[in-house]
């Protein structure tokens, strides 16, 4: 065990070795595997999606028994806000040679241009974890969470501020696991699409 104060004068143990403790978990929730495949392939004019994860430790609210084990994490993402934002753009450099390399022919890692227009979306992963109580019942509890979120998207740069998009959440994975007695860490694998609404 390790002693972290991680959170003001929060101090927990936490455990070195997580081994064994994720396994045979239930997690409720999830989107199956081909559907993102056939959400792809739906308005291929409007593919504008992200993908990204939230990780995030979970404290087991006071006036619930400590944690033996995880049995089921259920999972929902809400979304709670879209709005869109200019952005800066990249309009060009000059290379040694004179030569001038316009900002529509550099793209990010990701291979993104920047257009000058971002849909800011927010939103909240609601989680339950059941758990097992470090009891001598072993009696089953439970603990609801709120996991709040905020990404964006590159739009096109003919959108106005005004549009609003049709927002499809998915949640592609969730890997949760004891940290201590009194805590759990989350972490939330997440991709949106969006459709601009006519």
């Known amino acids: 065990m ?4 991680y959170t003001n004068s929060t101090v927990y143990e936490f455990h070195d070795e997580i081994s064994g403790q994720c396994d045979n978990i239930n997690y409720v929730g999830i989107t199956p595997g081909g559907t993102l ?3 792809l392939q739906c308005r291929p004019a409007s593919n504008q999606w992200v ?29 709670i806000s879209q709005r869109v934002i200019n952005t800066p753009v990249v309009t060009g450099y000059t290379l040694p040679s004179g ?33 097992t109580a470090l009891v001598d019942d072993q009696s089953l509890h439970s603990a609801d969470f709120t996991i709040p ?11 106005p501020l005004t549009q609003k998009f049709v927002i499809y959440p998915y949640l592609e994975d969730v890997f949760a696991c004891s940290m201590s007695e009194r805590s759990i860490f989350s972490n939330n694998t997440i991709f949106i699409k969006t459709v601009p609404v006519c």
């Open 99 to 131: 030569v001038f390399v316009s900002g529509d022919e550099i793209p990010n890692s990701e291979c993104t241009h920047l257009t000058g227009k971002k849909l800011i979306i927010e939103g909240i992963i609601h989680q339950k974890v059941i758990y």
């Open 51 to 79: 993908q990204f994860f939230v990780p995030k430790i979970l404290d087991i609210p006071a006036q619930k028994p400590d944690i033996e084990g995880i049995v089921t994490v259920n999972s929902c993402v809400e979304v």
């Open 2 to 5: 390790m002693n972290c104060d």
């Open 37 to 39: 495949n056939s959400v």
């Open 149 to 159: 979120f905020s990404t964006f998207i590159i739009i096109d740069a003919n959108q």
